[in-house]
C-alpha cells in the first residue's frame, strides 16, 4: 500500500497477523526506483504514531504525527551527517551495479533513441549496451 494515509482496523488487524511491527507506507516507490537505477538503497523507518489497533489509545491524527515527523527530523539530520562522514572512499561492488543487464526486454534494434536519451541518466549504460 502507499502512503501516506490511516489504517483502518481490519488492515491494522491484517498486518498484526502477518507479523508486522512496522509499517512503511512510502518506502516502496523509492525502492523501485532506485533499483532502476541501480543505485543502493537502504531505508530508515521513523515511528510517528501507533496504527489504529491499539485499544486504549486515542486515534491518532494528522497533527500528532506531523509533531512527531518535527520531533524525528532533528535525529534523521544527525543520522545523515554521521553516515555521510562513514563514507569514504569507493563503494564496494555489488549485484546491485548490474541488476538492469537482465531487467531489460525491449530488443535493442526496438528501442526508442528518443526514450534512451530521456532516461540516460538512469540506465543509460544498461540500455546504450
Known amino acids: ?27 516502496m516507490p523509492e525502492a523501485k526506483l532506485a533499483r532502476e537505477a541501480e543505485l543502493p538503497y537502504a531505508s530508515v523507518a521513523m515511528v510517528t504514531d501507533y496504527d489504529c489497533w491499539r485499544e486504549g489509545e486515542d486515534h491518532v491524527d494528522v497533527a500528532q504525527i506531523v509533531a512527531c515527523m518535527h520531533a524525528n527530523a532533528a535525529m534523521a539530520k544527525s543520522l545523515v551527517v554521521q553516515l555521510a562522514a562513514k563514507l569514504t572512499g569507493a563503494r564496494p561492488a555489488s549485484p546491485i551495479d548490474t541488476c538492469l543487464d537482465t531487467a531489460i526486454i525491449t530488443a535493442p534494434s526496438a528501442r526508442d533513441p528518443e526514450m534512451i536519451r530521456r532516461l540516460d541518466a538512469v540506465a543509460g549504460r544498461a540500455l546504450r549496451g
Open 1 to 27: 500500500m502507499e502512503g501516506p494515509q490511516f489504517s483502518t482496523r481490519a488492515e491494522s488487524e491484517l498486518y498484526r497477523s502477518w507479523g508486522c511491527d512496522v509499517i512503511g507506507r512510502t518506502n
